[in-house]
């Protein structure tokens, strides 16, 4: 059984930084692809970023780009979303998810067959 923990998220105000991490387990994940969205009320859940599981390739939605960095462990089985510069319309609940499908990164929820609980990030202004 699939299991995506998230963790990390808090409030923080704009122009700050947080850590999104999310343990995997549950599967050989060797070529997965881990894929972070978010959702904010009221909204579509929309794609922010994917890397590989081999970690060689990634991907970011074009609002994330220069302030996003996504990375992964492989002996952790973790993935991680590095987020700079917080605006206030970053704002949601951030999921991982995984595509069993393997690479390329698809932007689209339908495309990942597991999802986290998520954990909210709050950005005041």
């Known amino acids: 059984q699939v299991q995506l923990v998230e963790s990390g998220g808090g409030l923080v105000q704009a122009g700050g930084s947080l850590r999104l991490s999310c343990a995997a387990s549950?599967?050989?994940?060797?070529?997965?692809?881990m894929g972070w969205f978010r959702q904010a009320p009221g909204k579509e859940r929309e794609f922010v970023s994917g890397?590989?599981?081999?970690?060689?390739?990634?991907q970011y939605a074009d609002a994330v780009k220069g302030r996003f960095a996504v990375s992964i462990d492989n002996a952790k089985n973790s993935v991680y979303l590095q987020m700079n510069s917080l605006k206030p319309e970053n704002t949601a609940v951030y999921y991982c998810?995984?595509?069993?499908?393997?690479?390329?990164?698809?932007?689209?929820?339908?495309?990942?067959?597991?999802w986290g609980q998520g954990t909210q990030v709050t950005v005041s202004s």
């Open positions: 998810a995984v595509d069993t499908t393997g690479w390329p990164v698809l932007p689209t929820p339908r495309s990942y067959e597991y």
């Open positions: 549950g599967r050989r994940f060797s070529s997965d692809v």
């Open positions: 890397i590989s599981w081999n970690g060689d390739t990634t």
